[in-house]
């Protein structure tokens, strides 16, 4: 626990223990998503799925960046994760991005993949709200990530007809948000 | 359809096994089966059983959300 990073978040007025609960909530849901995307990843096949596997991974990989970015702001406010794995993951933020009934179907697992992301943009959009101008260090670190999860977004949205996403894949290095974070 | 009183609303709040009812804009909604109202909590930041008009406004979605879940009735003023 870093004592006074934790008071000086106090002081500012935000309620330290319910931001510490949204973080946990929100790296729980990295972590599943991580493990939940390795599925649908696996499961982009054939002409249409091959296409998308790409950014697939690249989603995976960022959001298991985002997992190891977060984590370290927990314990630094006094937070921890929980010792069992099944309560960490019924806690998420976000619900389960379960492979689709019809795994042959992309258009299908698109859906999912948005859906998720689309989460994700909500719960850093409500991080940073909360900790605007007040905890400088969370703020910082939740709108690297809410850069990334909103490029993850456009790119599966694109890829539903839903209009051009505005970017272009990595080249090289993921995480070009959040990864000063993981050094 | 059922008409909810605030007090009533407020029985709906997840606890032992008791639906999770929430109101927004005087209709009243079972989200009971949502994996972000586990515990008739959601997001950290609300509880169920109560009218979240007001909380909305400053959500990062809107009322929306709450339109894929039944409509078990009406939050009386």
């Known amino acids: 626990m870093a004592k006074v990073t934790r008071e000086m978040v106090e002081r500012s007025g935000i309620n330290v223990d319910q931001l510490v609960e949204l973080l946990v909530k929100n790296a729980a849901a990295e972590l599943t998503t991580y493990y939940y995307y390795t599925i649908l990843r696996f499961n982009l096949i054939g002409l249409e799925g091959e296409g998308i596997k790409e950014i697939a991974e690249t989603a995976r990989i960022e959001d298991r ?3 190891e970015a977060i984590v370290p702001r927990i314990y630094e406010l006094d937070g921890k994760l929980p010792r069992n794995m099944n309560d960490f993951h019924d806690v998420s933020a976000c619900p389960p991005a379960y ?3 019809d795994p042959t179907d992309v258009r299908e697992i698109l859906k999912v993949l948005v859906e998720a992301e689309r989460c994700a943009v909500r719960g850093y959009t409500q991080i940073c709200n909360m900790t605007a ?3 400088h260090r969370t703020y910082d670190l939740a709108q690297a990530i809410l850069n990334e999860e909103i490029e993850h977004e456009s790119w599966f949205s694109e890829f539903l007809g839903e209009g051009p996403s505005g ?3 990595r080249r090289g290095e993921t995480s070009p948000f959040v990864s000063k974070f993981l050094k | ?3 909810f009183t ?13 639906p999770i009812f929430v109101a927004c804009q005087g209709k009243v909604y079972d989200v009971s089966r949502s994996f972000l109202w586990k515990k008739g909590k959601h997001q950290v930041l609300h509880k169920a059983g109560l009218d979240l008009t007001e909380d909305l406004k400053v959500a990062p ?17």
């Open chain 1, 65 to 67: 960046n985002h997992f």
């Open chain 1, 99 to 101: 492979l689709p009934d």
């Open chain 1, 133 to 135: 101008g007040k905890d």
């Open chain 1, 167 to 169: 970017h272009f894949l």
């Open chain 2, 1 to 3: 359809m059922r008409k």
């Open chain 2, 6 to 18: 605030k007090v009533e609303l407020g029985k709906y709040n997840g606890k032992n096994g008791i």
């Open chain 2, 61 to 77: 979605h809107g009322a929306e959300m709450l339109e894929k879940f039944p409509v078990v009735g009406i939050l009386e003023h």
